[in-house]
């Protein structure tokens, strides 16, 4: 069975960083493009980032690029997405979720998907 996990949130004060892990397992990582979404209270899951199986192509909402790098290991089966300069806005449930499209950026449009883990930033 298709699983992900998230792990590595928390709570930070504003200004500082986290970095998310997403273990992958029960399907081929390589051959599923990957992405990140969040969900604050009250709002729709948002993408937030993607990485595409050939090449490593990377995509980013607006509001986080220069601030967030997602990225792939292969070998460890894999997702990782780096938060720096966080901001209180950022605070939500991080998921990951995969898909065998090359890029998307729609949550429609993928096929697997995590629990999810909570990042609050404090002000």
């Known amino acids: 069975q298709v699983q992900l996990v998230e792990s590595g949130g928390g709570l930070v004060q504003a200004g500082g960083s986290l970095r998310l892990s997403c273990a992958a397992s029960?399907?081929?990582?390589?051959?599923?493009?990957m992405g990140w979404f969040r969900q604050a209270p009250g709002k729709e899951r948002a993408f937030v980032a993607t990485?595409?199986?050939?090449?490593?192509?990377?995509y980013y909402t607006d509001s986080v690029k220069g601030r967030f790098t997602i990225s792939r290991d292969h070998a460890k089966n894999t997702l990782y997405l780096e938060m720096n300069s966080l901001k209180p806005e950022d605070t939500a449930v991080y998921y990951c979720?995969?898909?065998?499209?090359?890029?998307?950026?729609?949550?429609?449009?993928?096929?697997?998907w995590g629990q999810g883990t909570q990042v609050t930033v404090s002000s």
């Open positions: 979720a995969a898909t065998r499209r090359l890029v998307a950026m729609t949550k429609d449009e993928y096929d697997y």
């Open positions: 029960a399907f081929i990582f390589s051959s599923y493009s």
């Open positions: 990485i595409s199986y050939i090449g490593g192509t990377t």
